[in-house]
Structures are given as structure tokens and as C-alpha cells.
């Protein structure tokens, strides 16, 4: 049956090209990068399904995650997507041209300046945020660290960002979402379920130490 193993192969959709990112002071595509391209790729029948306006990725570093979704579902989307680090809106935008695709990014804390504005009007929200459990003040650091240091529990960042999600999402709205053990994903699951959220696992991959795991919400 190898002529069916290179069918479905061929049916993958392509890792973007990410070979300049080294050329930026951004986080690199790594494990949980891939993980969550994998999720998108496992999902990609759901979402072409919701025929997205908008799509947000928020701290989207090189960009290959929103560069992804827009190979999965094409022109008819836009994208846009957010970083508090500059390198990170320029490599974005070299992604974006590398890989034939229109990606807006945006300089901003989590989504703040897409709010009031994008008010219950993303179809799909994404966020791999930093994660990593720190020292408290780490979070405040700039630069790569940025990329990384969660804060206590690895959720001071993301703790701010679930607070903005009931308001960006539309009534069809998706938001995807890379999470570790450490971030306690059943205390996540309990905060979004009383903001009016089902959580689902769609995928999980233990790398080193970690043990990653894409969550996906959408209204009850
Ligand atoms: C784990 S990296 C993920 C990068 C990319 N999305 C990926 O999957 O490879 C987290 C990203 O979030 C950004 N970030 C951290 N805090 C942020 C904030 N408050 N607002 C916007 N972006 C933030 C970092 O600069 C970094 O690019």
C-alpha cells in the first residue's frame, strides 16, 4: 500500500516556509508550533466548514501558524494577527510573502487595539502563548523571553488574554489554544465553562518535559 501512503501524503498540507525567521529576533517554530499545525490540519474540514470572515492570531511570532490557516482556507479570509515584539510584525510580513499568502499583523498587547472594534467578529482566534512557568517578573521582560515566560503557573499572560476572548469571538466563533500540564487545563476548562465555553482536546504531544496539549472552545 505505498502508493496510498504517498496519496495521503500528498493530501498534507505544506509546513510554511520559515527558513528567514532566523534572520529575527522571534520565537523559532518549534514543538508546540508544530503541534498546533497539526491540530489545524486535524480540523481543517471543521473550519472550512465555518467559512471564517475573520481569523486572529494573537503573539503570532514568525507568522508560519496564520500562514498555515491561510493555505488551509484561502481568500476568502482575512487575516490578521498580533505580537508585542517588532521583529515579530516584520517576519510576519516575510512569512506572509514567502508563502503566497495575506497576513496584517499588528503591534499590540494580546488583541487590545482590535477591541471595541472587532467586537464579537473572529471566527478564529488562535493563541500559543508564552506557557512556561517563571518567576512573576519575567512576564514583564521584553524580547525573546516575551516569547516564553508564563508567570506563575504559566498563566499570567493568558489569564488577561481568556478575559478578552468573550468579546472577540463570534456566535460561531473557534478559539484554539496551546496549554502544558503546569497551566492546571482543567481549572482553563472551568473559567471558559462559566464564561459560556465547551473545551475540547484535539491533540497532545509530550516533547522533553512538556506535555502539550491543543484546547479548542466555542459557545455553548
Ligand atoms: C510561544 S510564542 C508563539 C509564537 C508563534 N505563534 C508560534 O506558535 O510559533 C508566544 C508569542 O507571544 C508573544 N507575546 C507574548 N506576550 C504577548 C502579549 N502580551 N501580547 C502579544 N503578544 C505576546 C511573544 O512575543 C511570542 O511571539
Not at 475573520?54 to 476568502?76: H, K, M, R, Y
Not at 508567570?151 to 493568558?158: F, I, L, N, S, T
Not at 478559539?175 to 465547551?198: A, S, T
Request: proline residues 6%.
Amino acid at each position: 500500500f505505498a502508493w496510498l501512503r504517498h496519496f495521503k501524503k500528498s493530501m498534507e498540507i505544506p509546513t510554511p516556509i520559515y527558513n528567514h525567521v532566523s534572520n529575527y529576533d522571534v520565537y523559532e517554530p518549534a514543538e508546540d508550533t508544530f503541534l498546533l499545525l497539526d491540530a489545524l490540519e486535524k480540523e481543517q474540514d471543521y473550519l472550512k466548514a465555518l467559512r471564517p470572515t475573520i481569523a486572529l492570531e494573537v503573539g503570532c511570532g514568525s507568522g508560519v501558524v496564520s500562514a498555515f490557516l491561510a493555505t488551509i482556507l484561502g481568500d476568502s479570509t482575512a487575516y490578521f494577527c498580533t505580537d508585542r515584539n517588532q521583529s515579530a510584525a516584520s517576519c510576519c510580513v516575510e512569512t506572509s510573502a514567502a508563502n503566497h499568502v495575506t497576513i496584517n499583523p499588528v503591534l499590540t498587547d494580546l488583541s487590545t487595539s482590535f477591541l471595541p472594534r472587532f467586537e464579537h467578529s473572529v471566527d478564529v482566534l488562535i493563541f500559543n502563548p508564552p506557557y512556561v512557568v517563571t518567576p512573576p517578573h519575567e512576564v514583564e521582560v521584553n524580547g525573546i523571553t516575551a516569547s516564553w515566560a508564563g508567570g506563575v503557573d504559566g498563566r499570567q499572560v493568558m489569564n488577561r488574554f481568556f478575559k478578552q476572548v468573550p468579546n472577540l469571538l463570534s456566535n460561531r466563533g473557534v478559539l484554539y489554544l496551546v496549554v502544558i500540564r503546569e497551566n492546571k487545563p482543567d481549572e482553563i476548562r472551568e473559567i471558559f465553562n462559566e464564561m459560556g465555553f465547551l473545551c475540547e482536546v484535539v491533540m497532545t504531544r509530550r516533547s522533553g518535559p512538556e506535555f502539550l496539549m491543543i484546547l479548542k472552545f466555542v459557545r455553548k
